[in-house]
Nanobody, 123 residues
Framework: QVQLVESGGGLVQAGGSLRLSCVAS????????MGWFRQAPGKEREFVAA????????YYADSVKGRFTISRDNTKNTVYLQMSSLKAEDTAVYYC????????????????WGQGTQVTVSS
């Protein structure tokens, strides 16, 4: 079992930055692909970014490429999402997820999810 707890969300002005963190319980964090997803009001949850277990490969949605950076620290059981140049359309609840998906964008391939953290970008 893995429990995930996100933090770092909040209210920020457009153009600003935030760093989200997701801490995982359990001793097997390092074997999992970690992903970030988001759900805006009235929209379906969507893929944002993912990172392989050793941190060697990262993946991003086109909408955040060049603005967001995913990283992980396996010694701290933590995955981060550094968000810069934030836009109003980035407003959403952000979730981290853990799994061993072949296709990192596929939500159903992640077995563990956090409760989410709200990010609100004011324009």
């Amino acid at each position: 079992q893995v429990q995930l707890v996100e933090s770092g969300g909040g209210l920020v002005q457009a153009g600003g930055s935030l760093r989200l963190s997701c801490v995982a319980s359990g001793r097997t964090f390092s074997i999992y692909v970690m992903g970030w997803f988001r759900q805006a009001p009235g929209k379906e949850r969507e893929f944002v970014a993912a990172i392989r277990s050793n941190g060697g490969s990262t993946y991003y949605a086109d909408s955040v490429k060049g603005r967001f950076t995913i990283s992980r620290d396996n010694t701290k059981n933590t995955v981060y999402l550094q968000m810069s140049s934030l836009k109003a359309e980035d407003t959403a609840v952000y979730y981290c997820a853990a799994g061993q998906p072949r296709h990192v964008e596929l939500q159903t391939a992640y077995g563990y999810w956090g409760q989410g953290t709200q990010v609100t970008v004011s324009s």
